[in-house]
């Protein structure tokens, strides 16, 4: 006789494994009934959980790593939260480590598996460009976060947890043309960004070439070495350079809610208004952004659905259940009073 399997308490109980290895486990995130019905099925048939894959992490410390890139960045904070919340249900201890900008998240994970011996990993954050043969050396199971890892390596390998940038990018630059808007100056990330900051200028130059609008150098700001692209600070300093040169537009698409802050102080600063004389766009939909004078039209990310789907993917990579999973989430535009046709001349 077949040896009675995960998979045949499934289809018995007309669940997925997935929410069996919750029950076995004893997640809270399942209905009672459910549990009881899959325990029931699970004591009939005989059913012995597979543990090998637990036990050979016996050497592991009980405890999840966040390693993020760009801490100060507020999107992160609701993130963090749901994380640590969902961790501290599960018992699991939790260790949260910054990656500054010019280092590579991959290699700290690796220092970090020597020193703490976690047992899984969420990366919040960080580029795309990693090569396979260094993400091989990676022992725990891994979720990659906020964005997915590029055609170096093969999916198969490790799982991800994201938004279509390049579509909120189109999207959001297609609603400022819709508005009227022609000139629209992008704050981008570094020219050399493998992540987010290159899928969402993509995004901006594919909705102007759509729109029959040439893409004008000019008018992609890019962030400045060493400079934290997602901030305040960079957001402020783009903004004012290219007010102070003359230069033409009628309204920044902005890579961040973040950053965008610093540029409605910068045209401000400037004598000018939001958005009476630019309109200004982002993305991410922090709490922040509801609140701002004017509050912000934004591409809004679903972090805290996003932060426990990657956890829940996490967990049961550890218990030994499942294969490596790809989820896509759809950011939602979300109009506020940052945005207003050309020459609008409301100032707020």
Same mark, same amino acid.
């Given at each position: /006789? ?5 998979? +045949? =308490?499934?289809?018995?109980?007309? #669940? ?9 486990? $004893? ?51 609701? /993130?963090? %939260? ?70 170096? =390596? ?6 991800? #947890?994201?938004?279509? +940038? #390049?579509? @909120? ?15 629209? &100056? ?12 290159? /899928? ?5 130059? %594919? @909705?102007?070439?759509? *729109? *029959? ?15 934290? &692209?997602?901030? /305040? ?31 409605? %102080? ?40 996003? @932060? ?15 294969? $490596? ?5 759809? @950011? ?6 940052? #945005? &207003? ?8």
């Amino acid at each position: /006789m077949e040896p009675f399997t995960i998979k +045949d =308490v499934a289809r018995i109980c007309g #669940v997925g494994v997935r929410t069996v290895s919750r029950a076995i486990n $004893n997640h809270p995130d399942i209905n009672p009934q459910t549990r009881q019905r899959i325990l029931e099925v699970i004591e009939q048939n005989g059913y012995i959980p597979n543990n090998s894959a637990r036990n050979l992490k016996r050497t592991e410390s009980k405890t999840i790593a966040v390693l993020i890139r760009g801490i100060t960045n507020p999107f992160f904070q609701g /993130m963090i %939260k749901t994380i640590e919340q969902i961790t501290e249900r599960r018992r699991y201890g939790f260790l949260l480590q910054q990656v500054d900008e010019e280092n590579d998240e991959v290699e700290a994970a690796l220092e970090l598996e020597k020193e703490k011996k976690p047992c899984g990993i969420v990366f919040l954050g960080g580029t795309a460009s990693h090569k396979e043969d260094k993400v091989r050396q990676l022992k725990a199971p891994f979720v990659v976060c906020t964005i997915t890892l590029g055609p170096d =390596v093969r999916k198969e390998l490790y799982s991800s #947890v994201a938004i279509d +940038d #390049v579509l @909120a990018g189109y999207e959001m630059t297609s609603y400022l043309i819709s508005m009227g808007h022609r000139r629209i &100056a992008m704050v981008a990330a570094r020219k050399d960004d493998a992540a987010i900051g290159r /899928m969402r200028l993509e995004g901006y130059c %594919k @909705a102007l070439a759509d *729109h *029959h609008i040439p893409v004008d150098p000019d008018l992609i700001l890019y962030a400045e070495k060493g400079e934290d &692209a997602y901030s /305040m600070v960079n957001g402020y300093r783009a903004a004012s350079r290219f007010i102070q040169s003359g230069r033409e537009a009628t309204a920044f698409l902005v890579i961040s809610d973040n950053a965008a802050f610093g540029v409605c %102080k910068a045209i401000r600063d400037a004598g000018k208004s939001v958005p009476g004389d630019y309109s200004v766009a982002s993305f991410d939909g922090i709490e922040m952004a509801s609140y701002y004078n004017p509050t912000l039209t934004t591409m809004k990310q679903p972090c805290e659905e996003m @932060a426990a789907e990657a956890m829940n993917i996490l967990l049961d990579r550890i218990d030994g259940f499942g294969q $490596n999973e790809h989820r896509l989430f759809q @950011a939602r535009l979300t109009e506020g009073e940052s #945005v &207003a046709g050309p020459g609008a001349g409301r100032a707020i």
